[in-house]
DNA sequence: ATATCGATTATCT
DNA sequence: GATAATCGATATG
């Protein structure tokens, strides 16, 4: 009988970076009005104190307000006038710092997900599409800020949440981040290796 | 297969 | 006014 449990606050790894890594073959859900959609984590990136790539950079303001929440809150934010993004935050209360869902592999609720995403399923191409990137797996998963924005993970009424289901990844495979014009060497981009789902 | 480019808007300079 | 933690379409080899 595997175990299947939300995960817990308190079993969060303190560091940013090693969050990144801890989430990779955990499991997202999202209770929606329409429906259950999750998928497995495959790709995460950290944006960590101190990191010019990240939007806390330059400190607080009124869009980045939720990358200051303890650690567990979902900073969700619109970029390139088109696509919302999922983050989680990492750190105490008043300090920034945050993992970004970058791509999912979908588990349950595949079929809503396509027409979220305004796609078919013909075959395994087009299902890569679903999820394969921050603003296709928020879209595909209903995440938008107006939603989702500030959020606690792990509050227990919470309908977006992290589960270990006891799966286990073969192999983590760390890359420099993606997208990013600033600190693009560091290796901060996690990974299943050789995993379909995982992004370019 | 890789390269380049337009979309579209919130946010910050 | 410029930029952006992206995506999808188009062009070219």
């Known amino acids: 009988m595997r175990t299947v449990r939300r995960l817990r606050r308190s079993e969060l790894p303190a560091d940013t970076v090693a969050l990144a890594r801890y989430l990779i073959g955990k499991t997202l859900s999202h209770d929606a009005p329409e429906g259950r959609t999750s998928g497995r984590i495959v790709e995460t990136e950290a944006y960590v104190v101190g990191d010019a790539a990240a939007h806390a950079f330059r400190g607080q303001t009124a869009r980045n307000r939720s990358l200051f929440l303890r650690r567990g809150h979902a900073y969700v934010y619109f970029i390139y006038g088109n696509h919302y ?15 970004l869902f970058r791509a999912l592999e979908p588990l349950v609720g595949i079929e809503r997900m396509a027409v979220a995403r305004g796609a078919l399923i013909a075959n395994s191409k087009q299902l890569k599409l679903l999820t394969s990137g921050p603003g296709r797996m928020a879209q595909a998963f209903g995440v938008t800020r107006e939603r989702d924005n500030g959020k606690d993970f792990f509050d227990t009424k919470s309908d977006l949440i992290i589960v270990d289901d006891g799966h286990r990844v073969r192999k983590i495979e760390a890359t420099p981040r993606i997208g990013i014009t600033k600190a693009a060497d560091l290796p901060w981009r996690y990974l299943v290796h050789g995993n379909l789902f995982v992004s370019r």
């Open 85 to 99: 993004c999922l983050n989680v935050s990492c750190l105490p209360d008043g300090t920034p710092g945050a993992v």
